[in-house]
Structures are given as C-alpha cells and as structure tokens.
C-alpha cells in the first residue's frame, strides 16, 4: 500500500519504521481540531513508501446448523437394511442421493432449493460429498432414472429383506379411471361395475416391507394372477411359502 499523497506519518522507533494514519477530529471539550493516529502497519520499503498492513483479528463466525431431523433420519438409515441398498444404487452418488432423500422428507419444495437448505442442516456434514447445486441434481436424477440402477437397487434390497422361504401377504385394489389405453377396462368387485386398472401389491409377512408390486388390466379376474405373482416372485428371489390372501382370491 502507498503511503504518497495521503495523510499519513512515518514514525521511527528503534530503527525500525512504522506508519501511522493522521485522523483529525473535532474535540468539543478543548473547542478545536486535533489529530489521532491509527497505526497502519509496518514500512516494508521507505523509498516507495510501501508497508505491511496491520492484520487485525477477525472473530471466527461459528457453524449453526439445524441437526435434529437429517441426525435422526440418518442413524435410522444407518441401523436399517436400506443402508447397503442406497450404497449399491449409484455409489459414486450415494451422497447425493441421501441429501436429496433427507430433503424430500422434510421439504415440500422444489429441488432447485436443496442447495440453500442444506447450507443451513447438518445434512452437509452427514453427507459432505453431496452436490446439490441445480444442474448436477438433473444430471442425478437422470442417471437415477435408468433401468440398471433400478434393477441394481431392487437386487440389493430383495437380498437384504429376504431369506428362505417366506409368507407374502397379496392384494389388489382397483383404481377406477376413464383413461383410454390398455390397461382400463371395465370390471367387477363388490357386486359394482366400472372402468378401472388393477393395482397388485405383495408384502412380505413378518417385517410388512413391500416387495413387489405390479399393474393389471381392469377385467383380469384377481384368482387368475395369483400363481403368475408366486412365479415371478420366485424370479426375484423371493421363495414363497405360504401367501395370505383376501377373499377375492
């Protein structure tokens, strides 16, 4: 910094130079002007009039996150089968992903927003590798969206839920709707009649975690998709012991 054509003082003090900024100011006791100086620093080079800046100390602005809501879900991922599941679905983004989970449990807003959110949660200390800036949460989430990641995922978790034989627990529910495709078509349960596709899901008995879920026409008679539904759970890897069903079946 130069010290030429400013109002400042070079004091020497046992040989060693130092500059000092000349501040005048108005003393209402004495009714006149007089001077102060604020030390600048040190003279690095008396020809030039360069010195050293004084560095005054900064007080150090203290972390404050909200922790309580990522923490808990967190620790329940971690002690949960799901764990490994979210590891094996995209590794090198697993971090992003769990941000982005942890947002939409706690958030109902957009995902263009998780990166503020985070800056204020503990979730950027949970999961530090995380990029949740707008552009690369698309580039996530159409790497999400490919069919070997789901496939990857499902394997993991159908793993890590099952073992042997287990019991199933089956329904189905009707979805009514006037959609024109396949899938709507006219149908009877309870003695009514209507337009409707069939949603068919599969849960496995003792942990009541879901394990497979399928769409069917309307007019497909529940009874017929039962043994289709043990056939495909057998090619998932889930051997079927016994199967609670409704009276529907």
């Known amino acids: 910094m130069d010290l030429h054509n400013r109002g400042v003082k070079i004091k020497t003090i046992n040989g060693k130079q130092y500059a000092y900024d000349m501040v005048s100011y108005w003393d209402k ?16 080079d008396s020809q030039t009039g360069e010195y050293l800046p004084k ?36 590794p090198e983004d697993a971090d992003t992903l769990m941000s982005l989970v942890c947002f939409k449990l706690l958030k109902s807003s957009a995902m263009q927003y998780a990166l503020t959110w985070s800056n204020g949660n503990y979730v950027k200390m949970a999961y530090k590798s995380a990029n949740l800036s707008s552009q690369r949460i698309s580039d996530f989430l159409k790497k999400l969206g490919n069919e070997s990641v789901w496939r990857r995922f499902f394997k993991s978790y159908i793993d890590a839920l099952v073992g042997g034989k287990n019991g199933v627990i089956v329904d189905s529910t009707g979805l009514p709707n ?17 337009r409707e596709t069939r949603l068919l899901m599969v849960v496995e008995r003792t942990s009541g ?15 017929s998709t039962l043994s289709n539904t043990i056939i495909e759970l057998s090619n998932i890897g889930v051997n079927t012991s016994f199967a609670l069903i409704n009276a529907g079946y």
């Open 29 to 44: 006791r004495r009714k006149k002007y007089r001077k102060k100086s604020i030390y600048l620093g040190k003279v690095t």
């Open 178 to 194: 006037e959609i024109e495709f396949p899938l709507s078509a006219w149908g009877n349960h309870g003695g009514e009649s209507e």
């Open 55 to 90: 560095i005054h100390k900064q007080p150090v602005p203290e972390l404050i996150l909200t922790f309580g809501d990522v923490y808990s879900i967190a620790k329940t991922v971690q002690n949960s089968s799901f764990s490994g599941c979210f590891q094996h679905v995209l």
């Open 209 to 223: 975690q879901p394990l497979y879920f399928n769409y069917k026409a309307g007019n497909i008679v529940d009874v």
